[in-house]
């Protein structure tokens, strides 16, 4: 069983920066699809952002592009979300998934999360203003 191990949340200042790492454990994310989502308390997981397998192709959530910046090293089978100029209402836990890219639409990626097979335990992120 594939897994997902989710690091770099914190609590930050507004305006601040972090690093979110996604590191596959057991497996390699060579033919994976990654997305990254987020949940707040009181509200459903949204999607933030997700990347190709090979990594040519991203997508973001309105609310997140330009500050945010999603990218891979397949060699280190980690997935990274730069997150940049952080407001309160990014605070949220954050967490990585993964789908074959045989299951998906080739050379691209979706934020449905209903599309996505494994997942992380998550990692928090708190904005404070």
């Known amino acids: 069983q594939p897994q997902l191990v989710e690091s770099g949340g914190a609590l930050v200042q507004s305006g601040g920066s972090l690093r979110l790492s996604c590191a596959a454990v057991?497996?390699?994310?060579?033919?994976?699809?990654i997305g990254w989502f987020r949940q707040a308390p009181g509200k459903e997981r949204e999607g933030v952002s997700c990347?190709?397998?090979?990594?040519?192709?991203?997508n973001y959530a309105d609310s997140v592009t330009g500050r945010f910046t999603i990218s891979r090293d397949n060699a280190k089978d980690t997935v990274y979300l730069q997150m940049n100029s952080l407001k309160p209402e990014d605070t949220a836990a954050y967490y990585c998934?993964?789908?074959?890219?045989?299951?998906?639409?080739?050379?691209?990626?979706?934020?449905?999360?209903?599309?996505?097979?494994?997942w992380g335990q998550g990692t928090q992120v708190t904005v404070s203003s």
């Open positions: 998934a993964a789908v074959h890219r045989e299951s998906t639409t080739q050379d691209m990626c979706s934020r449905n999360r209903l599309l996505y097979d494994y």
């Open positions: 057991g497996f390699t994310l060579d033919y994976y699809v």
């Open positions: 990347i190709s397998d090979r990594g040519d192709y991203t």
